[in-house]
């Protein structure tokens, strides 16, 4: 679906019209993706912000190197547990609010 011509647009029905709509099991795995996609590009971030390269994360939190490339890049999704280890080891800590 091309959607790049600067319009407007309600990106739900662009997102159930590709995808499905919720509760298929097209749009679970796409939703799950996307998950998994924010999150890298969240831990990544923060991993840039703390200076730190991907083998001084890995070796911190006792994972290879190679286990921090794949969550960077969202082909691997970390564990609670270790996504937990992580966000220890990059000096942050997580906040659950309820959603509105």
Same mark, same amino acid.
């Given at each position: 679906?091309?959607?790049?011509?600067?319009?407007? +647009?309600?990106?739900?029905?662009?997102?159930?019209?590709?995808?499905?709509?919720?509760?298929?099991?097209? +749009?679970?795995?796409?939703?799950?993706?996307?998950?998994?996609?924010?999150?890298?590009?969240?831990?990544?971030?923060?991993?840039?912000?703390?200076?730190?390269?991907?083998?001084?994360?890995?070796?911190?939190?006792?994972?290879?190197?190679?286990?921090?490339?794949?969550?960077?890049?969202?082909?691997?999704?970390?564990?609670?547990?270790?996504?937990?280890?992580?966000?220890?080891?990059?000096?942050?800590?997580?906040?659950?609010?309820?959603?509105?």
């Amino acid at each position: 679906m091309q959607t790049n011509d600067h319009m407007i +647009r309600d990106y739900s029905a662009v997102l159930e019209a590709e995808f499905g709509k919720h509760g298929t099991p097209e +749009r679970a795995k796409f939703d799950e993706e996307a998950w998994a996609f924010y999150t890298s590009q969240i831990l990544l971030d923060a991993r840039k912000n703390a200076r730190l390269t991907q083998g001084e994360l890995a070796g911190r939190i006792g994972v290879d190197k190679s286990y921090i490339s794949r969550i960077e890049k969202g082909v691997t999704v970390p564990s609670v547990a270790t996504f937990y280890r992580i966000v220890n080891a990059l000096g942050l800590s997580v906040e659950l609010i309820p959603a509105m």
